[in-house]
Each structure stands twice: as structure tokens, then as C-alpha cells.
């Protein structure tokens, strides 16, 4: 399997590299959402969502860009009003991701900021 999908002649990433990608970033999170360590329904996130115009591109689907959620935490993070819900999560998830990544950066994105505390 290609590790980078720059090498693919659209630069996407096929069904089974995003299957491999989110197998990866499970075994990473040990199946936990990395909010509230909850086991249960468990799923791979885009933290900068596809919605964001680059659907399957490098940017986009890779580990860096992706983390466990639980559905509860899921459902809370899309959830309209979410901003304070959000920003508590990527405290949490920034610290997570630099366990992994040290240089990891929170997204330059609306809505993405870090909250207090």
C-alpha cells in the first residue's frame, strides 16, 4: 500500500487506504474517544472536516487530521451550538496528539480554537 496519496494521479486516497488510515488511528487511540475515554461507540473524526472542500485529499485524510470520538462526544462537537463543547475537546484532543506529534498544531480554522483551563 502507498503511504502518501501525492503518488495516486488525482491525489486521493482510495477506499482501502482510508480504511487502513482509520484502522491506524483506532489502534492509536486504543478505541477510545480521546475526550472523555469512553469505549463505547467509538469513531474515527476529521478535525477539519471533508465538508471543508478537500473530500479525500492528503491534507485531509491522514493521521494527524483524525482522532477517535465517542457518538455522545461526536453528536456534541456537531452539534449547532457547540463552540464551548468543541473548544473543550480540543484541549483535549491537542494534548492527546502531542503525545504522538509533538509539533502537532491545533488547525487554523474557525471554530477550532483551544478554550481555556
Not at 37 to 63: C, D, K
Not at 79 to 102: D, E, T, V, W
Request: net charge positive; with cysteine.
Amino acid at each position: 500500500m502507498r503511504r502518501f496519496a501525492k503518488h495516486r494521479p488525482n491525489g486521493r486516497l482510495s477506499p482501502e487506504e482510508i480504511r487502513e488510515l482509520q484502522r491506524k488511528v483506532r489502534r492509536r487511540d486504543q478505541e477510545k474517544c480521546v475526550v472523555c475515554l469512553n469505549r463505547r461507540g467509538v469513531a474515527v473524526h476529521e478535525i477539519v472536516p471533508r465538508s471543508s472542500g478537500q473530500t479525500r485529499s492528503p491534507e485531509i485524510f491522514n493521521e494527524h487530521n483524525m482522532v477517535c470520538l465517542c457518538r455522545e462526544c461526536h453528536d456534541r462537537w456537531h452539534f449547532k451550538n457547540a463552540s464551548g463543547f468543541r473548544a473543550l475537546a480540543m484541549r483535549h484532543i491537542a494534548r492527546h496528539m502531542r503525545q504522538f506529534y509533538p509539533d502537532w498544531q491545533v488547525p487554523d480554522r474557525p471554530g477550532l480554537e483551544v478554550g481555556e483551563g
